[in-house]
């Protein structure tokens, strides 16, 4: 009798507009912002978060077919990003699902307030907690990985999560994560990468 060998590997997927992690918009957002509750993050952590990011974004960086990318300048971190990130992990780690798209249940903090009858997509999430004129927006998501250094290795091994990372034009990071043992993935982590117009 044959012995299979299976092997599981989680799909990071990136959703971006316009395929580039990106998206381009002239007017101020009309959404009046009703911002998701999320929990104080400790100051240490968002040190940490930070410190991570602006680390691999300071040196020269190839992100497979996304491109090489020179250093670039740090990131600054965004409360309004950090809550909307907070929001999305939750609603996956509370739905049990891994997508970019909210739930469209009750953990959907913003189709909830904003009387979505679809699930959320990040730039709702991130206008409704406050970052409302914008320029360039992404996100990145991850669900499985239990520390820091995993869940960014395993971003910049996924070439448009990297791309993201290393874009110039952001200037505004948030991210979060949130874990439950008896959740799907266990831990679910977002970033929100932002610029002001």
């Not at 990145?140 to 110039?168: F, K, R, Y």
């Amino acid at each position: 009798m044959k012995t299979v060998k299976v092997s599981i590997y989680i799909i990071i997927v990136t959703l971006s507009l316009n395929n580039c992690g990106s998206h381009k918009v002239y007017t101020q957002s009309t959404m009046v912002s009703k911002p998701y509750p999320a929990p104080s993050l400790d100051r240490n952590i968002q040190e940490k978060y930070l410190q991570a990011i602006n680390k691999v974004r300071s040196t020269r960086r190839s992100c497979g077919k996304e491109g090489s990318f020179p250093a670039v300048p740090a990131l600054r971190w965004n409360d309004a990003l950090y809550r909307a990130a907070y929001e999305h992990s939750n609603d996956m780690l509370q739905s049990k699902i891994f997508s970019h798209k909210g739930s469209g249940r009750q953990s959907d903090w913003t189709a909830r307030v904003q009387n979505y009858h679809k699930g959320s997509n990040f730039k709702a999430r991130i206008e409704n907690n406050g970052y409302k004129q914008w320029k360039n927006i992404a996100e990145n998501i991850e669900a499985g990985a239990s520390t820091l250094e995993q869940v960014m290795q395993h971003w910049l091994n996924a070439d448009a999560h990297c791309a993201n990372i290393m874009n110039p034009d952001f200037t505004d990071v948030g991210m979060a994560h949130t874990y439950k043992k008896d959740s799907k993935w266990v831990h679910y982590w977002t970033q929100n990468f932002a610029a002001h117009q």
